[in-house]
């Protein structure tokens, strides 16, 4: 599976941004159960943003963007959206997009998915 991420960019405190990762290559029947957004800001660990389940949409978020953040996806189009709102200086960060196959214990971690987009970089002004 092959992904593209894009929509980062300079946002302001308080602002929204709206970032888009489009899926292509092998069929997602089986091989993708799950996508996720995690990021990376400058000096720390990656960390998980959020995650939707392919087939029937439940979504999982990370307390530190729980309220503010919206994942989303277009089956038809092999796209899954990360919608956040009220950003906030401490937002800045690469964001990935990952695929997964993994059991919903490890939505959460790096660990479950197999496939990442090649990230794109959010800078927040405050």
């Known amino acids: 599976v092959q992904l593209q991420a894009s929509g980062g960019g300079l946002v302001q405190a308080r602002g929204s941004m709206r970032l888009s990762c489009a899926a292509s290559?092998?069929?997602?029947?089986?091989?993708?159960?799950?996508m996720g957004w995690f990021r990376q800001a400058p000096g720390k660990e990656r960390e998980f943003v959020a995650a939707?389940?392919?087939?029937?949409?439940?979504?999982y978020y990370a307390d530190s963007v729980k309220g503010r953040a919206t994942i989303s996806r277009d089956n038809a189009k092999k796209t899954v959206y990360l919608q956040m709102n009220t950003l906030k200086p401490e937002d800045t960060a690469v964001y990935y997009c990952?695929?997964?196959?993994?059991?919903?214990?490890?939505?959460?971690?790096?660990?479950?998915?197999?496939?990442w987009g090649q990230g794109t970089l959010v800078t927040v002004s405050s």
């Open positions: 990952a695929a997964g196959r993994a059991i919903q214990s490890y939505y959460r971690s790096e660990y479950g998915y197999h496939s």
């Open positions: 290559g092998r069929t997602f029947s089986g091989y993708v159960i799950v």
């Open positions: 939707i389940k392919w087939s029937g949409g439940s979504t």
